[in-house]
């Protein structure tokens, strides 16, 4: 495995007595991008402070870029674009990142050509001058994105980047992280859009009670199980029942259900099986497990 950009071992953050994280261990390599899933409430959020040094853990310990966490030296090459972010909507775009870029320390002259590269990589160039005031929610989430990337950080924490954006702005973003990607850039990527995580995530970690569930490499995690979707008309409650009875019905609704099979080479006995038994078989595809369906199984096993 590369370099590690971020690891934990045991981190824990107790409020009185409860537990908001119970025990987390992560390792995530530099220059990936990596997803963090979780449903609400399953301490995603005081992970990510606890990493950024926002909150100090109650136990465990971890490193960001090589340096325990904490670390002010370090603290300068990470970016964050927080999910409940407060802007000062008197600013216009340009001094929004002017303001941002002293705070990070960047010289009269790197501001001036980083601000420039930032506004046209978030598209909004054209509204330097305009008060933040008069953004929409869109532009703001683009303007945030702009700050969290105007030193050039290393690594890079986005807390539901997509979450007001159109669908062109999401392509806008997903376009942004695959460029950072190819800089050699890593990418904490927190979002309950799993459409979005799936098309640019290298790996995921699913965590539930503060603690991770599953993790893994995409490809890994969505190849290990073959979902059949099935579209059938005047199926008996005995066929049904036979087919229950060999394979795992993931979803069913009206007509229409889906079988997880372990082996792909099932599907001519399926639908074998359907039209012997007297049923109309309209529409059989087979796909692999998407991010979504893991995701949800998973949580179901871990009773959410």
């Known amino acids: 495995m590369a370099d590690l950009a971020i690891t934990t071992h045991q981190l824990r953050k107790v409020y009185g007595d409860t537990p908001a994280v119970a025990s987390l261990d992560l390792a995530v390599p530099q220059g990936e991008i990596f997803g963090f899933l979780g449903p609400n409430g399953a301490g995603k959020s005081t992970c990510v402070k606890m990493l950024l040094g926002l909150v100090f853990p109650t ?27 407060r802007f000062h909507e008197w ?33 909004l160039e054209h509204t330097a001058g305009q008060q933040l005031r008069t953004f929409s929610k869109g532009m703001l989430q683009r303007i945030g994105i702009a700050q969290a990337l105007l030193h050039d950080p290393e690594l890079i924490f986005l807390d539901e980047p997509t979450s007001a954006l159109d669908p062109i702005g999401r392509r806008l973003v997903r376009d942004i992280i695959r460029k950072l990607k190819a ?3 890593t990418v904490f990527l927190n979002s309950h859009l799993l459409s979005e995580v799936e098309a640019v995530c290298d790996r ?4 539930q009670r503060g603690e991770v569930v599953r993790d893994g490499t995409l490809d890994e995690l969505l190849a290990a199980r073959r979902l059949l979707d099935i579209h059938v008309e005047s199926m008996s409650a005995a066929v049904l ?19 997880a099979l372990d082996d792909p080479a099932d599907v001519p006995r399926v639908v074998e099986l359907l039209v012997t038994g007297g ?9 692999h497990e998407s991010l979504e369906d893991l995701f949800v199984r998973t949580v179901d096993d871990t009773g959410s």
């Open 279 to 287: 049923a109309d078989v309209h529409h059989v595809a087979l796909r």
């Open 204 to 207: 995921v970690a699913i965590i």
């Open 59 to 85: 136990g465990g310990n971890g490193t960001l870029l090589g340096a325990p966490l904490g670390d002010r030296h370090v603290k300068a090459r990470i970016g964050f674009l927080p999910e409940l972010f």
């Open 183 to 185: 800089e050699q850039k």
């Open 241 to 259: 029942e036979r087919v229950k009875s060999q394979w795992t019905v993931a979803t069913s609704e009206g007509n229409q259900f889906t079988l």
């Open 91 to 123: 600013f216009t775009a340009r001094e929004f990142l002017n303001f941002h870029g002293k705070l990070y320390g960047m010289s009269a002259r790197q501001r001036k050509e980083r601000i420039s590269a930032v506004l046209a990589l978030v598209n």
